[in-house]
């Protein structure tokens, strides 16, 4: 069969929207999967993370000491909503003035130049499982909270309250998906 250039140009470029079309179909498959399975690789379920920082491979000078760092952890758990008071009991938020192990950024994927501001360890509500005999653990990393805010004591707060409710998102098995739409 003879095709004319016409009719050549035409089946090219029917090919091309189709195989673009596939691709665009797969990834938002793939998307949806990864989201769909946020929690399924991650023992220890991570993050809030804050791009365009490189990691840290010295220690750490802090600028706040350990206890005021709490005080600000204090008042930040203090605008947590309400409506997350129950949720509360079983949820132990401790602080880290030691930079996350390398082990532990491994484990949860997070990439060389993100920062890792804070960790939830534990099982989701909405997995069934709720022992006393596990604890539900939110870690705060002080030094990179720091990083990030630098010494502006507001933005600290605010950041320590925006890293708790995201762990606490976790908690309630909320996905990383479902957690961009609400602004976690
Ligand atoms: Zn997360």
Known sequence: ??????????LFLLLVALLFGVFWWWNRRAGKWLADNDRAGEPADPVERASGESLPRAATRLRYSE????E??????????KEFDREWKNVAVLVSTDW?????????????????L?????????EGVRSESAPH????????IERLCGGDQTRIERQIRKT???????????SHE?????GL
């Open 72 to 81: 600000m952890v204090a008042n930040a758990l203090d605008d947590i909503p």
């Open 137 to 144: 653990l939110i870690v705060i990393y002080q030094p990179a």
């Open 178 to 182: 479902r957690m961009r739409k609400v």
């Open 118 to 126: 804070g960790m939830y360890s534990g099982i989701s509500r909405t």
């Open 1 to 10: 069969m003879q095709l004319s250039d016409d009719h050549r140009i035409i």
């Open 67 to 70: 206890v005021a760092f709490q």
């Open 100 to 116: 996350p192990s390398l082990a532990d950024r491994r484990k949860m994927n997070i990439p060389d130049d993100h920062l890792l």
């Open 164 to 174: 708790v409710l995201h762990e606490l998102a976790h908690h309630l098995g909320m």
